[in-house]
């Protein structure tokens, strides 16, 4: 049971561009969301992440917006470069628990120049 | 910010041997390690929560006695894939929590990474 989904596995758009990544979660008890950025054969590199009080949060040319009550969120970047081309990783977790993370399948992003 | 590394970043071994992974965070103390698998176009896979001074949890289908783990310091975790076997080649990453549990945070930090080969 795949409790985050990220439904599209790839994303090509032009330098320059919004980049918007979707992600989409079942369990109502997450209340902490995350994006990862992953290389081939690197660790992921965290980028950004937002509490379930908030439905924004936005740091530089990244912008994560959370709707709880559609268990949506997504990841702006704006201007989309080359260098931002990677697998990103939507994570979630609760907090009070182990704080483990859940992650979904993973978006590959390609930023043309 | 946080760095975590691993060591060794590759290896391969023969089947039947037992090969240790090395996780350290370089810069904080990390009270809280987690062990992932990722298969190629998957997912990260979380295996085990791992608590300094405390036996390890392991998710659900995930063997314990095969992939063993200490955390025997704050600032580092090993996994030792036991027995490996082809089916066990992967890629193996390491992550650490800056943060104690129960404070806002909850980012991970992740290392680079072991790529495991069974032969």
């Known amino acids: 049971d795949q409790q985050v989904k990220q439904n599209s596995p790839s994303l090509s758009v032009q330098e320059g561009r919004i980049s918007i990544l979707n992600c989409d979660y079942t369990n109502s008890m997450f209340d902490y969301f995350l994006w990862y950025k992953k290389y081939p054969a690197e660790g992921p590199t965290f980028l950004i992440s937002?509490?379930?009080?908030?439905d924004k949060n936005e740091d530089g040319r990244f912008t994560v917006f959370l709707n709880k009550s559609a268990k949506h969120l997504s990841l702006h970047i704006v201007p989309s470069q080359p260098g931002d081309s990677a697998v990103y990783f939507c994570?979630?977790?609760?907090?009070?628990?182990?704080?483990?993370?859940?992650f979904g399948k993973g978006m590959k992003l390609t930023v043309n120049p | 910010g946080a760095v975590v590394s691993q060591h060794p970043s590759r290896v391969i071994c023969k089947s039947g041997t037992s090969v240790k992974i090395e996780c350290r965070s370089l810069d904080f103390q990390a009270t809280t390690m987690f062990w992932y698998r990722q298969f190629p176009k998957q997912s990260l896979m979380l295996m085990a929560t791992?608590?300094?001074?405390?036996?390890?949890?392991?998710e659900q289908g995930v063997e314990k006695d095969k992939f063993l783990i200490n955390h025997a310091s704050l600032t580092l975790s090993t996994l030792t894939v036991t027995s490996a076997h082809p089916e066990d080649s992967s890629f193996y990453i390491c992550?650490?929590?800056?943060?104690?549990?129960?404070?806002?945070?909850?980012?991970?930090?992740f290392g680079p990474g072991t790529r495991l080969t069974v032969t």
């Open positions: 994570a979630a977790s609760v907090a009070g628990g182990s704080e483990k993370l859940v």
């Open positions: 992550s650490a929590r800056a943060f104690p549990t129960g404070t806002e945070s909850h980012e991970q930090y």
């Open positions: 937002i509490s379930s009080i908030k």
């Open positions: 791992s608590n300094e001074g405390s036996k390890a949890t392991y």
